[in-house]
């Protein structure tokens, strides 16, 4: 009876052995194919991530070459260093002190020029510009090709107000 009884106890540790290695070696395998999983799933990650980082970067550079573009478009951006067109801007004298310092401004465009008025003189905003091209002959400008800057590039800027509309004219020096 002992005798049986010791091999019922070996055999069932055995068994007992024999699950705990097929535990281990199911364990291990569960371990490996998580593993695989996830260096797969970080492997789609990063290829994902690179696919995006591609894309931005490709609609980066089609946005500026977009913008680029536009701005040649606009007129913006054409003229080279030779064809530029520069004024001298003075400021009347104003009854409470000293003349403002004369600036130099880059003919750009029209709404550039507007802006850089109103900067220089602290303006708001203007509704336009307008030109002296002769005593008493004035004329509002649709483009700055309009500023002829063959006899003289130095201009003063006064402020004029016609039909309740505010303007900068330009008068030549």
């Not at 492997?43 to 490709?58: A, D, G, M, Q």
């Not at 800057?149 to 006064?158: E, G, I, R």
């Amino acid at each position: 009876m002992e005798s049986l009884v010791l091999h019922n106890w070996q055999v069932r540790e055995q068994e007992r052995a024999h699950d705990r290695e097929e535990r281990r070696l199911r364990e291990e395998k569960d371990r490996e194919e998580r593993e695989r999983k996830e260096n797969d799933l970080r492997e789609e990650r990063v290829k994902r991530e690179e696919r995006e980082e591609r894309r931005l970067t490709h609609e980066r550079n089609e946005k500026d070459r977009m913008n680029i573009f536009m701005l040649k478009l606009m007129g913006q951006g054409q003229e080279s260093n030779k064809d530029k067109k520069e004024i001298t801007i003075t400021a009347p004298l104003p009854d409470s002190g000293s003349q403002p310092l004369p600036i130099k401004l880059n003919l750009s465009s029209l709404v550039a020029l507007k802006k850089d008025l109103c900067d220089y003189l602290e303006e708001a905003s203007v509704d336009g510009v307008v030109m002296e091209l002769a005593v008493g002959e004035s004329v509002i400008l649709s483009d700055v090709d309009q500023i002829d800057v063959s006899h003289s590039s130095s201009f003063v800027v006064l402020k004029l107000v016609k039909s309740r509309k505010s303007y900068f004219k330009l008068v030549r020096i």
